[in-house]
């Protein structure tokens, strides 16, 4: 290949390996997308349907899935808001006012749009009297009691879903992360979910998380189970894998078939290794078809590409005990290993490393798919730790006490 055609070919390179980076040809997920239809053609109907919670691993394909199904939302006319959850209710509430107000001015129809901004401005101006209104009816301010924020939400949500209805438009509140949200918010979102869905309105959580999503929302309110349809984002059969790597080149190049299967069997249907292999593989091309040669010498590139990207930050999160801790879920070799395991890896009794697994648990890094066993969230992290033995000792982290 010339310089010039490598040139162009280059700055084409059609993957697009990086968390929420929207892949050119999403893969495997008509089924999700036909579901996000259905409940968009039923509200435009004036029925109303469950909520959709997805869950899976890191790097499976759950930010990029919510970003369609919002444009979706979008480009039929719908109103729609997105944000990703953190631990902080304060930033939170702001995502979710702030992302109402620019729905409703981004409203393309007027007539609605106008009655859309009296519902905000009444709540506005009653707002300086919810937090009066709220200490006279719940007293005590525990944890969970509900904030003035809460309830102006709340007030909100109702007020313009009763508008939107009318015309049948529909609210849809697209939250990632969701897991980390704090309990109040949380329990007040799952709440309203709840409360809309008997009065028929049309307001619809769609969200996405770790594994341990199904289990956060039953604990905060036991009807979650029933509010929503829930749904595991995996990995991605061999045959749309394939696919995948066919349509995404198909526009600049294609790969020959030895290349194709290797690219199948190092990305394993991982979306992340997917995207992150076909790169590297583009880029070390120099001919096209891309010959499995390419593929191979991309593969060390890949490999650091994720390492940087996927692994190693998160192990240098983590503090010393941690990472002992990880090390020695790494070493008991298997996807899900029970905390007895790794506890006799550590040599020490259980409840003495308990400190070390709930950290990992709360930084995300693991989750724990049952009671009493412990799973990493990024696929691939034992093979991290086993291939390049990363130090415990070095601190990136001045907070170990
Ligand atoms: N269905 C898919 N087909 C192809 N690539 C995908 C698919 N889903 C995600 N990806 C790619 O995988 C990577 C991770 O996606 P992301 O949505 O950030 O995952 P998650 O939110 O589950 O951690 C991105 O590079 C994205 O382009
Ligand atoms: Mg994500």
């Known amino acids: 290949m010339d310089n010039e055609t490598r040139a162009i070919m280059h700055g084409l390179n059609p993957f697009a390996p990086g968390a929420g980076r929207p892949p050119k040809d999403l893969a495997g997920r008509e089924h999700e997308l036909e579901i996000m239809d259905r409940i968009i053609s039923r509200t435009k109907a004036g029925y109303t349907s ?145 409360a809309m869905g008997q009065d028929g309105l049309p307001f619809y959580v769609i969200a996405a998380g770790l594994p341990n999503l199904p289990g956060v929302l039953t604990k905060s309110r036991s009807y979650a189970e029933r509010l ?23 526009r600049v190049s294609r790969f020959e078939d030895a290349a194709l299967d290797r690219l199948v069997e190092l990305s394993q249907g991982y979306p992340y290794f997917i995207q992150a292999y076909g790169s590297a593989a583009f880029e070390a091309a120099d001919s096209s078809p891309i010959p499995r040669s390419a593929v191979g010498a991309g593969e060390p590139v890949a490999r650091a590409a994720l390492d940087n990207g996927l692994y190693e930050s998160r192990w240098q999160r983590a503090r010393p005990s941690e990472r002992e801790y990880m090390r020695a879920m790494a070493s008991v070799g298997k996807d ?58 070095q601190t990136y982290d001045e907070s170990e006490p």
């Open 228 to 250: 929503f349809e829930y749904r595991k984002i995996g990995r991605l059969p061999e045959n749309e894998t394939r696919d995948c790597y066919v349509k995404t080149i198909s």
């Open 336 to 393: 899900t290993c029970s905390s007895a395991e790794v506890a006799e890896k550590l040599h020490r009794p259980v409840p003495e490393v308990a400190r070390a697994r709930k950290g990992i648990i709360e930084a995300g890094l693991a989750y724990s798919p049952e009671r009493g066993f412990i799973a990493f969230t990024v696929p691939g992290m034992a093979d991290y730790i086993r291939r390049t033995g990363p130090l415990s000792e």
């Open 50 to 194: 469950r909520g959709l919670v997805y869950s899976g691993l890191r790097g499976m394909g759950k930010t990029v899935l919510l970003l369609r199904m919002r444009d979706m939302v979008i480009n039929r006319g719908l109103l729609a808001i997105r944000m990703e959850a953190t631990t902080d209710s304060g930033h939170d509430y702001a995502a979710i006012f702030e992302g109402i107000s620019k729905a409703v001015l981004k409203q393309r129809d007027e007539g609605l749009r106008d009655r859309l901004l009296a519902v905000l401005r009444h709540i506005d101006s009653i707002s300086a009297n919810i937090g009066i209104i709220q200490a006279t009816l719940k007293p005590g301010a525990e944890d969970e009691t509900p904030s003035s924020d809460s309830f102006r939400l709340e007030m909100m949500v109702e007020e313009l879903c009763t508008e939107l209805k009318h015309d049948g438009s529909g609210l849809f509140l697209f939250i990632d992360e969701f897991q980390e949200m704090p309990a109040e918010l949380m329990g007040t979102i799952i709440g309203l979910q709840h």
